[in-house]
């Protein structure tokens, strides 16, 4: 038994949990039984709150429609693994919240001439573990799958129909055909031909950029001396001017131009894609 004493009473705390508050100027004894958050009732409170935020929240991560437009099946399954580690993430983002919000208002002071004893809280062993081991193997489980599993998937294919150089430059982007001799400096519009198995070869050539395609959900970075290679397959034709997602986009802060380095992108069809190579600068070797 543990004793507290003051100028005008005495606090003693018994092994049951409840306090007595002993008034030394003789009036009578008041008692007040001492509030857990681990007994039976307020645990009942704190799983049901949270089940009920944690359905709400999943149902909403899954049904969420915040994803750009995905221009090929890789692009939907990174989707669909984002939208699976927001599931994921929703219990445990709920549980933490909904202990804090219940302890504060179920534990709060009601008023300044409240004389309860200060609420104490210990840690509880059970708890602990098993909140470690139950993040913990959610951990592991998004690492294996769809982590490892989805980034096996999606370096699988590594054969090309087509060789793009892309060459980064403060600030904007240049694209080499090699296999067509032709390059496009300073590019403003890229067309690239539907259906087509495309790997972009990506460099600097004076700060660290990055390459990325959100319709594709693809980017890498450009680093100077150092050639980094990126796949893709394009779909069915679309332009920019139909989705904003449709184009090349910096990704890395590279200076004061960076928000500007950006590329109109459109899918056409081969014949289109053709025509408008013909139209663009020829390589000439030895100037590159």
Same mark, same amino acid.
């Given at each position: 038994?543990?004793?507290? $004493?003051?100028?005008?009473?005495?606090?003693?705390?018994?092994?049951?949990? +409840?306090?007595?508050?002993?008034?030394?100027?003789?009036?009578?004894? %008041?008692?007040?039984?001492?509030?857990?958050?681990?007994?039976?009732?307020?645990?009942?409170?704190?799983?049901?709150?949270?089940?009920?935020?944690?359905?709400?929240?999943?149902?909403?991560? &899954?049904?969420?429609?915040?994803?750009?437009?995905?221009?090929?099946?890789?692009?939907? %399954?990174?989707?669909?693994?984002?939208?699976?580690?927001?599931?994921?993430?929703?219990?445990?983002?709920?549980?933490?919240? +909904?202990?804090?919000? &219940?302890?504060?208002?179920?534990?709060?002071?009601?008023?300044?001439?409240?004389?309860?004893?200060?609420?104490?809280?210990?840690?509880?062993?059970?708890?602990?573990?098993?909140?470690?081991?139950?993040?913990?193997?959610? #951990?592991?489980?998004?690492?294996?799958?769809?982590?490892? +599993?989805?980034?096996?998937?999606?370096?699988?294919?590594?054969?090309?129909?087509?060789?793009?150089?892309?060459?980064?430059?403060?600030?904007?982007?240049? /694209?080499?055909?090699?296999?067509?001799?032709?390059?496009?400096?300073?590019?403003?519009?890229?067309?690239?031909? %539907?259906? #087509?198995?495309?790997? /972009?070869?990506?460099?600097?050539?004076?700060?660290?950029?990055?390459?990325?395609?959100?319709? &594709?959900?693809?980017?890498?970075?450009?680093?100077?001396?150092?050639?980094?290679?990126?796949?893709?397959?394009?779909?069915?034709?679309?332009? /920019?001017?139909?989705?904003?997602?449709?184009?090349?986009?910096?990704?890395?802060? $590279?200076?004061?131009?960076?928000?500007?380095?950006?590329?109109?992108?459109?899918?056409?069809?081969? %014949?289109?894609?053709?025509?408008?190579?013909?139209?663009?600068?020829?390589?000439?070797?030895?100037?590159?």
């Amino acid at each position: 038994m543990a004793e507290i $004493c003051h100028k005008t009473s005495s606090i003693l705390t018994t092994s049951s949990g +409840t306090t007595t508050v002993i008034d030394l100027t003789g009036s009578e004894p %008041q008692a007040h039984e001492r509030k857990t958050l681990l007994n039976g009732r307020n645990v009942v409170t704190v799983f049901v709150i949270w089940l009920g935020l944690t359905v709400l929240g999943v149902f909403g991560a &899954y049904h969420a429609d915040i994803y750009p437009i995905a221009g090929n099946h890789l692009a939907s %399954q990174v989707d669909d693994a984002f939208r699976l580690l927001m599931m994921l993430a929703v219990p445990v983002f709920t549980f933490v919240v +909904t202990i804090l919000v &219940y302890s504060m208002v179920r534990f709060r002071r009601k008023t300044d001439a409240d004389d309860t004893p200060p609420h104490t809280f210990h840690s509880h062993g059970g708890v602990i573990w098993g909140w470690l081991v139950v993040t913990s193997g959610l #951990t592991i489980a998004v690492l294996i799958h769809p982590g490892f +599993t989805g980034l096996r998937e999606l370096t699988a294919d590594r054969h090309q129909d087509m060789v793009v150089e892309a060459l980064a430059a403060q600030w904007s982007w240049n /694209f080499t055909f090699p296999e067509h001799g032709v390059k496009l400096d300073k590019a403003n519009d890229l067309m690239l031909p %539907q259906g #087509t198995r495309i790997r /972009f070869d990506v460099t600097s050539r004076d700060v660290v950029h990055s390459l990325w395609l959100p319709m &594709y959900r693809m980017k890498i970075d450009a680093v100077p001396g150092r050639t980094n290679h990126i796949y893709l397959t394009t779909g069915e034709p679309i332009s /920019f001017s139909e989705d904003p997602n449709v184009r090349v986009q910096c990704a890395e802060l $590279c200076g004061t131009g960076h928000p500007r380095m950006q590329v109109r992108v459109s899918i056409v069809d081969q %014949q289109e894609f053709d025509i408008w190579l013909g139209g663009l600068e020829p390589v000439i070797v030895g100037n590159e």
